[in-house]
T-cell receptor, first 112, second 112 residues
């Protein structure tokens, strides 16, 4: 049973470009969460989605960030016009119900 | 006051000893508690979860929960050098959605 998959594992962008991060949940999991880990800081919740629905986006920055989980395909976290402060590790987690969350390998975003 | 607090460490223990990691939380509505292990540059890996007061054992790991005192701990028996990692305490607060609130993590070093 494959775990949570994320790609790319590493992403380099220049300031002002767009970053697209993808997450495929574990088989049978319909709940997807995105977290961000800034350098030397803890994990912070960003957004919680189910298929075609954003359930909780209380942790998402108000501008430039968006997320979706379409009926078909992976969940996408999109960051427009990236700035250096967006450099971080972005982790996706999934769960079969509303309980235990399993994390993917993460995408390390570096903004030059 | 941070919602979930952990001593950042490093906590240094000799091989074979018991490592004791502690976590306190501020919200009495917290219902579910999780311990994750994170190796440097890697993603969080679920070790244990606990919902009820008392102890829960799984192999060399024991989670302890005391809701009255608002703390949760993780004991690692017969510590091995491979246990050296950062241990993250995470809490799910009732009526606050499904997001996990993480502590800053405790770095554990097990010396041979």
């Amino acid at each position: 049973n494959a775990g949570v998959m994320q790609n790319p594992r590493h992403l380099v962008r220049r300031r002002g470009q767009e970053a697209r991060l993808r997450c495929s949940p574990m088989k049978g999991h319909s709940h997807v969460y995105w977290y961000r880990q800034l350098p030397e800081e803890g994990l912070k919740f960003m957004v919680y989605l189910q298929k075609e629905n954003i359930i909780d986006e209380s942790g998402m920055p108000k501008e430039r960030f968006s997320a979706e989980f379409p009926k078909e395909g992976p969940s996408i976290l999109r960051i427009q016009q990236v700035v250096r402060g967006d450099s971080a590790a972005y982790f996706c987690a999934s769960s079969p119900t509303t309980e235990t969350q399993y994390f993917g390998p993460g995408t390390r975003l570096l903004v030059l | 006051q941070k919602e979930v607090e952990q001593n950042s460490g490093p906590l240094s223990v000799p091989e074979g000893a018991i490592a004791s990691l502690n976590c306190t939380y501020s919200d009495r509505g917290s219902q579910s508690f999780f311990w994750y292990r994170q190796y440097s540059g890697k993603s969080p890996e679920l070790i244990m979860f606990i919902y009820s007061n008392g102890d829960k054992e799984d192999g060399r790991f024991t989670a302890q929960l005391n809701k009255a005192s608002q703390y949760v701990s993780l004991l690692i028996r017969d510590s091995q050098p491979s246990d050296s990692a950062t241990y993250l305490c995470a809490v799910k607060i009732d009526n606050a959605g499904n997001m996990l609130t993480f502590g800053g993590g405790t770095r554990l070093m097990v010396k041979p």
